[in-house]
């Protein structure tokens, strides 16, 4: 019986494998190359069961297929990896195609629910355009004097521990210090983590990334009841309740902060004739973000829930203070790593000061460190803070070389390999902020995506890291840590290293 069972199992496998190579898809698929997948699982054993490992995997194929746009098969799902610029633009300035890829929205919506980085439709654009204003470019000037307040704490604690000797953790700092300056911007709390630096969410915040790409890469989790068995479950939704209860946190300070500014305002205008909503509405453009949410009504006159504002605060809270902290720690490093480029910073730097060396920066001196932001976006490009952004097809998508990705597969921005791509950088191998000062192609570098699902607090990040890195080089010489600290980076969801950035500072002298 058993015999008989076996080779039936074996004639569906045969058949299925003559239907597959006869289907449209396949024929359009083939169009890429990639290594043939095996029956069932595909090419997911070539990704391997370290998750750590499979963007090293991943970028190994590229180059085993010529450092151009490939295929690969993960189970039943068909996914294109690309790297040409020209390709990019095709996918991500696409007015329609605009669903994130189902693996990576599995993985994060444990965390983050249906908030707009996993949204599609009517709830990510209500969504969206509620936050756009609190990151539009005319509160920059407002969002820089927020972070150089905070900076005044970071740079206290720098000089603490700098005066101790040894080498700096840059993330056990920086985390806090954005954290921070999120929620005083943002969200209009004052929350100072950076007092608290072994605070309950910067702990479990720490273990998002990982729990993240374990998801994205261990396709056994997938099967729920035997996920729900494991260890790594419970301490996923331990780690799930600490930040999701920061932010319902947050969002009763906010609320408090908010009756009190409405009973303020009756007070004031007992004698006035006043529409309280009206005048809220009038407001609603210089509000911060989280009092649009708690403020802000649906077509039918209810109010937002709080499940929904908690996904989104949680996921802007998370997101947020994350991926900027990676990139202004990456960004040390390499200054750091490479002294005469840090010597070029900080020349740009007294360019710009003069004998004001200790200013606080304001937005239109931002605008001319030039060559500062080179280097960050030469630090983004040798360590990419994203590794690849996905969107899942609903129709075919046609290339402009004429090639069609079929509906329903996934198209991976590989920026990884983008970055390494000789084609596209010259001499990708060589750390060179001078790159940026050349033509490229538009899409060559686009870090925080582009088209209409692109980073809305792209402006944001960059006033913050621009700002924070200025304090501090103009503050320090920094150096490699000891030896046996060198970052050890993994490349996740996000690229993150995972003992840290060690630095050294040493305060200037002028």
């Given at each position: 019986?058993?015999?008989?069972?076996?080779?039936?199992?074996?004639?569906?496998?045969?058949?299925?494998?003559?239907?597959?190579?006869?289907?449209?898809?396949?024929?359009?698929?083939?169009?890429?190359?990639?290594?043939?997948?095996?029956?069932?699982?595909?090419?997911?054993?070539?990704?391997?069961?370290?998750?750590?490992?499979?963007?090293?995997?991943?970028?190994?194929?590229?180059?085993?297929?010529?450092?151009?746009?490939?295929?690969?098969?993960?189970?039943?799902?068909?996914?294109?990896?690309?790297?040409?610029?020209?390709?990019?633009?095709?996918?991500l300035n696409h007015p329609t195609e605009l669903g994130k890829q189902i693996e990576r929205n599995t993985a994060f919506k444990p965390f983050f629910g249906n908030s707009v980085s996993t949204s599609e439709g009517e709830r990510w654009k209500t969504t969206r355009k509620m936050m756009a204003p609190s990151f539009h470019f005319k509160t920059l000037e407002k969002r820089v004097e927020h972070v150089n307040k905070h900076c005044d704490l970071l740079i206290e604690l720098l000089d603490a521990q700098s005066a101790r000797g040894g080498d700096i953790n840059m993330y056990r700092y920086l985390r806090p210090y954005m954290f921070d300056i999120l929620c005083s911007s943002v969200m209009g709390v004052e929350y100072n983590l950076l007092n608290d630096l072994d605070h309950p969410y910067l702990k479990a915040s720490a273990k998002v990334v990982n729990m993240i790409t374990q998801n994205y890469f261990s396709y056994w989790r997938n099967i729920k009841l035997l996920f729900m068995l494991s260890p790594f479950y419970k301490e996923m939704m331990d780690t799930i309740s600490t930040i999701r209860s920061t932010s319902k946190d947050i969002i009763a300070q906010r609320?408090?902060?908010?009756?009190?500014?409405?009973?303020?305002?009756?007070?004031?205008?007992?004698?006035?004739?006043?529409?309280?909503?009206?005048?809220?509405?009038?407001?609603?453009?210089?509000?911060?973000?989280?009092?649009?949410?708690?403020?802000?009504?649906?077509?039918?006159?209810?109010?937002?829930?709080e499940d929904m504002i908690n996904e989104e605060i949680t996921l802007v809270c998370w997101t947020g203070h994350y991926t900027t902290t990676l990139t202004m720690a990456h960004t040390l490093y390499c200054l750091a790593k490479y002294p005469e480029v840090q010597k070029r910073v900080l020349e740009e730097q007294k360019s710009i000061y003069q004998k004001d060396l200790f200013k606080k920066p304001a937005n239109h001196e931002l605008t001319e460190m030039k060559y500062l932001e080179a280097v960050i976006k030469e630090s983004i490009r040798v360590i990419p803070t994203v590794t690849k952004i996905g969107r899942q097809l609903k129709n075919d998508l046609k290339f402009k070389d004429g090639r069609v990705v079929p509906a329903d597969t996934t198209v991976l921005v590989f920026y990884e390999a983008i970055y390494q791509d000789p084609k596209t950088f010259v001499e990708p191998e060589k750390y060179n902020p001078d790159r940026f000062f050349s033509p490229m192609h538009n899409h060559a570098f686009v870090p925080f995506s582009a088209g209409p699902r692109n980073c809305i607090g792209f402006r944001y990040a960059w006033s913050v890291m621009k700002t924070t890195i200025s304090n501090i080089v103009r503050r320090y010489e920094l150096s490699l840590g000891e030896p046996g600290t060198e970052p050890q980076f993994a490349y996740r969801i996000l690229t993150e290293s995972k003992n840290g950035v060690h630095l050294k500072l040493r305060k200037r002298e002028y």
């Open positions: 019986m058993f015999f008989v069972l076996l080779l039936l199992a074996a004639a569906l496998l045969c058949v299925h494998e003559v239907v597959r190579r006869r289907s449209r898809t396949w024929k359009l698929l083939k169009q890429y190359p990639g290594d043939y997948p095996l029956p069932i699982v595909g090419n997911g054993l070539q990704l391997g069961f370290d998750a750590d490992e499979a963007s090293y995997k991943v970028m190994a194929l590229w180059k085993k297929h010529g450092m151009n746009n490939f295929r690969m098969t993960v189970g039943h799902e068909e996914w294109v990896f690309i790297s040409n610029p020209d390709d990019v633009a095709t996918i609320k408090r902060k908010l009756t009190q500014i409405i009973e303020d305002t009756k007070n004031n205008n007992k004698n006035v004739d006043v529409d309280l909503e009206e005048m809220i509405e009038s407001k609603v453009d210089d509000m911060c973000m989280l009092d649009k949410f708690l403020l802000s009504k649906f077509l039918n006159g209810e109010p937002f829930p």
